[in-house]
């Protein structure tokens, strides 16, 4: 048995409604039931989002439109000095410069704002807009930012500014008193798509204040639009596909010379170039300084300028990675020393020194560690204060949790799955009570175990290239339009084995009635250790095609394997019993000794381990149900393995069953052996063993043991005297049968064990034991 890593759920799909797409756009029931699972369920819908020439919405159709867009062309018209006020992360970044482009290009005077994440936090500040009113600053325009600058935005008031808003964040109770706020999520919005990230709205307005759409434009909207982790559907959807084909073909010098700095072939580009290349390195400029320099690197028209700050921007990445690094292990640390995953189902930590700009990511990894909803947090115990980001699982909703806490948290915003937050140091621990008493409402157990939600069960044999092609026609892939994952149900291994440097990653060939499919695993080389070869096994995660040579085939990326029944690890002439721990799952592993003396003669480190089964009345006790058994060294009798397992079947079992000595290649004497071995005394007389033993088994090619064992069983069973060496036979004796011998018996019943358990093939021992432990299946069963 192999455990898979989260709950596999593979979605239910009408099978008629499979049909019907399948016949009327002519497509495999593969991309039928995926187009069905994300919400495509008619014939119409389907067509339009595989085939569709999408149209973009009208962007006066966003509230307060018409207002931004004549504020801002009367602001060109009188060259008043404009201010974009952006944030630092991604999509951030990409909004400020579709905007600087869009005005510049218009004949602006403007420029651009992004506050320290260090020195000012997230958001629109007072300082930051009484120093742009003193410099002359007459409009301001925010970026994927403003929906909670309440205050700032009295502020700009008061100062004679003119506030335009767009943003895509959460609204709260109150809304900003601005001249305009472009934002689809408003109340009263009546916009036909409300799931645009923060570049998705300066988008917006970019095409409204040019009158046309600026499709130049898509390839930094893209930016942001992957980055933010955005609804792929409707709009996002088309700002990706335009703006992936605008990015293989850019002539923008800093694209260019990140993807140089990244080794990104530009023809190559999809949603995982941005999602992991890109947005790391724009990001990681925020993270850990000033965010300008993104910018700049995408304004720059300097191919020398540009190369610098790719450099840079990649060296600060790399820093990035380490940091985060170091917290992650801190944090965890934290939590496993002060913080009991049974009691708390929120994690809300913090430290001083943390890096205010990275804590996201580690709070990302943490919820992938422990899977509890996370806040991880940057102490300033000069200032008293805490600066936050938090990051959910399904069912808690961040943003609607946080705003019960509004008293104690003076500036926090975002989305269900992502916030962040500041408040008082003195307020942390009552956050963390609340949020917990929260979860405790609306969370239950299986709340707390990730879930991989599963598109199709496919069989091997209807994996094909044709189908895999087909598949490209649902990308690009994100948010509400996840890479296709796939569940492959107990099928036959074929070939599994490690591979990379560090042998770090699984590579596994299966086969289903006939139909074979490659299988690669990244950093899951551990596993291999833990399936044995002739277990059936279940495979979830996503279907490609691996072109190598110019050859094509299907191949399965692994995300997660199980195997449903119990698995045998055949470890029979290993004399390295030591090097078993380091394969056997520590947890819930039992060594199981048979013989007293073998205690002395394992490891050490092991012996302290083993429990010593001596007879059936302990091998009834021993308690084997769900466990991984080590069978140490081989049993008196294969009784006493039934009653091990009988009633408690296990997960593993790895055979070991050491023996010193082996009686099997010995010569095990027939009857025809006794009988000339008789007939031999009856017709020589007496014998002296001691000097014609030797020249007995010669002359018959035995061993001088199988002389002394038959004289052994004659003695016991009467047939002869002994006396001095001098074998006689005892011509009164009674009429036996040879199985009357103790010491046939034990010779008989040994060999047997032996040829059953230690010398038989894997599949007989496979199948011995798969009778035993159905048979305990079924008495367990019985007496639930």
């Not at 595989?50 to 867009?69: R, Y």
């Not at 942390?428 to 969370?443: D, G, M, T």
Request: charged share 25%; with cysteine; net charge negative.
């Amino acid at each position: 048995m192999l455990k898979s890593k989260t709950r596999w759920i593979v979605r239910k799909s009408d099978q008629q409604l499979i049909k019907t797409l399948e016949n009327e756009l002519k497509i495999t029931p593969l991309v039928a039931s995926m187009l069905i699972n994300r919400g495509m369920d008619t014939v119409d819908s389907a067509r339009y989002f595989l085939f569709g020439k999408e149209q973009f919405h009208d962007p006066f159709l966003l509230k307060g439109m018409d207002i931004a867009v004549n504020r801002i062309h009367k602001a060109i018209e009188n060259q008043e000095p404009i201010l974009i006020f952006g944030d630092y992360d991604a999509d951030g970044v990409s909004s400020t410069t579709v905007l600087m482009v869009t005005l510049r290009e218009l004949g602006a005077n403007v420029q651009f704002y992004i506050p320290n994440r260090f020195t000012e936090g997230y958001g629109p500040n007072e300082p930051a807009f009484r120093r742009a009113a003193e410099s002359g600053i007459k409009l301001i325009i925010t970026v994927d930012t403003g929906i909670s600058a309440v205050n700032e935005a009295a502020i700009a008031r008061e100062l004679g500014l003119d506030l335009i808003i767009t943003d895509h964040h959460e609204p709260g109770p109150v809304l900003p008193e601005a001249l305009a706020i472009i934002h689809p999520k408003l109340p009263d919005s009546s916009y036909p798509f409300r799931e645009l990230a923060g570049v998705g709205v300066a988008f917006k307005l970019a095409h409204a204040l040019y009158g046309e759409l600026p499709e130049h434009l898509l390839e930094i909207a893209v930016i942001g639009t992957i980055a933010d982790l955005v609804s792929l559907k409707d709009e996002n959807r088309l700002i990706v596909k335009k703006g992936l084909e605008k990015l293989k073909v850019t002539s923008n010098k800093g694209l260019k010379a990140i993807f140089k700095v990244a080794s990104v072939d530009p023809q190559n580009i999809n949603e995982e170039t941005i999602g992991f290349t890109l947005a790391p390195r724009i990001n990681a400029v925020g993270r850990l300084g000033d965010a300008d320099m993104a910018v700049e690197l995408l304004l720059t028209d300097d191919h020398f300028e540009a190369e610098a700050l790719a450099q840079e921007m990649d060296e600060l990445n790399k820093t990035r990675q380490s940091i985060v690094n170091s917290i992650t292990q801190e944090a965890i640390e934290e939590v496993e020393k002060n913080y009991s995953i049974d009691s708390n189902s929120v994690l809300v930590i913090g430290k001083e020194g943390w890096n205010a700009g990275v804590i996201g990511i580690v709070a990302s990894r943490l919820v992938e560690r422990f899977y509890r909803p996370t806040i991880v947090l940057s102490f300033d115990k000069e200032k008293g204060l805490a600066k936050g980001s938090a990051r959910s699982i399904t069912g808690f909703d961040l943003f609607k949790n946080l705003s019960t806490c509004r008293d104690i948290l003076p500036h926090f915003g975002g989305h269900p799955m992502a916030a962040g937050m500041t408040l008082e140091l003195d307020n942390v621990s009552e956050l963390r009570h609340r949020l917990n008493n929260l979860a405790n409402e609306q969370l239950t157990d299986d709340d707390f175990v990730p879930v991989t939600l599963l598109d199709h069960q496919i069989n091997i044999e209807k994996i094909n290239l044709a189908s895999l092609d087909e598949l490209h026609l649902l990308a690009p892939f994100g948010m509400d339009n996840p890479k296709p994952k796939v569940l492959i149900q107990d099928v036959q291994i074929s070939t599994i084995r490690k591979i990379g440097s560090e042998q770090n990653h699984l590579k596994i060939m299966v086969n289903e009635n006939g139909a074979n499919l490659d299988g690669i695993g990244f950093g899951l080389g551990q596993l291999v250790d833990q399936i044995s070869p002739a277990s059936k096994i279940s495979l979830i995660g996503e279907l490609a095609i691996n072109e190598w040579n110019n050859i094509r085939k299907p191949q399965i990326f692994i995300q997660d394997v199980a195997v449903e029944s119990w698995q045998l690890f055949d470890h029979r002439g290993d004399k390295r019993i030591h090097s078993l721990s380091q394969s056997i799952p520590k947890e819930n592993r039992k060594y199981v000794i048979f013989n007293r003396d073998q205690l002395t003669k394992i490891d050490p480190a092991l012996s302290s381990e083993a429990i010593l089964i001596q007879d059936e009345a302990e091998a009834k006790a021993f308690d084997s149900h769900q466990a991984n058994v080590v069978l140490v060294d081989l049993p008196p009798s294969k009784d006493i393995l039934c009653h091990l397992f009988n009633g408690k079947p296990p997960a593993r079992i790895y055979a070991y069953f050491y023996k010193e000595s082996s009686d099997f290649f010995s010569t095990i004497p027939t009857r025809d052996h006794f009988k000339w071995f008789y007939a031999l005394l009856l017709k020589k007389g007496p014998i002296d063993l001691g000097r014609y033993g030797d020249e007995i088994a010669k002359h018959r090619g035995w061993s001088t043991e199988t002389v002394t064992f038959m004289t052994k069983v004659f003695s016991e069973l009467d047939f002869v005297t002994i006396n001095n060496g001098f074998i006689t036979l005892n011509k009164q004796s009674q009429k036996r049968d040879l199985t009357d011998s103790i010491t046939y018996q034990t010779k008989h019943a040994q060999y047997a064990l032996e040829r059953d358990l230690l010398f038989s093939s894997f599949q007989q021992l496979k199948s011995w034991f798969d009778q035993v432990i159905e048979e305990s299946v079924t008495i367990e069963e019985a007496v639930k």
